[in-house]
């Protein structure tokens, strides 16, 4: 099976950036046109592990400033920030950290699965991109936006794009001049020339969300 977690670690560091920038400015002359105003976007990095994962559940819909007091309370409770950690604590202690209780059900839901070799999350890096984002989504709580991101910041994967994102559908609207944002599946069909550089073409559309540089 290839080795899809390429040596090195994270793929979309800048000189990946600005290969993968120079090649859809060829292939797309909106990007091309608004490339010359932004400039590329920065590097985006999460590590890889259980924390990560668990992680994405504590963020789920808050704020990202309330999702990192919450994920420091739930760290401060668990002996060690792992999947035999999150079963040794009790659900009412987690709650009290300030998970939901769906939360809760989540977090002892990814836990069971990778302390019982359900869900291996060292084994990702050796999946093509549609099997990691499908080992992934059998976990209750991850959707494909959660995958997607997961392989692309943790595992520098450069051919992704989570077209679920509400930030990249209205940036893309705005590139192609759209009246009304484009859905996932129009938004997908719509950048299928970006390939194999649709991840950078994702963290430019993020950039370019934000607005110009100052």
Known sequence: MADYGSAGGNILDLQTIDQGMAALALA????????????????????KGFETFLSAIVSQQISTRIAATIQQ???????????????????????DAGLSWRKVEYAKGLAKAVDCGQFDIERLEQLDDKTAIEAITTL?????????IYLMFSLGRQDIF?????????????????????TPKQARDMVEHWAPWRSVGALFLWHYYHGPPI
């Open 28 to 47: 797309d002359q909106d990007i091309k046109r608004v490339f010359e105003q932004f400039g590329p976007p920065p590097v985006r990095h999460r590590p």
């Open 73 to 95: 309370r739930v760290i401060d409770v668990l002996p060690d920030v792992s999947a035999q950690g999150v079963l040794s604590v009790s659900d009412q202690a987690l709650r």
């Open 140 to 148: 209750r709580g991850f959707g494909r936006w959660s995958a997607e």
């Open 162 to 182: 989570p077209a679920d994102d509400l930030a990249i559908q209205v940036a893309l609207g705005r590139l192609k001049g759209l009246t009304e944002k484009p």
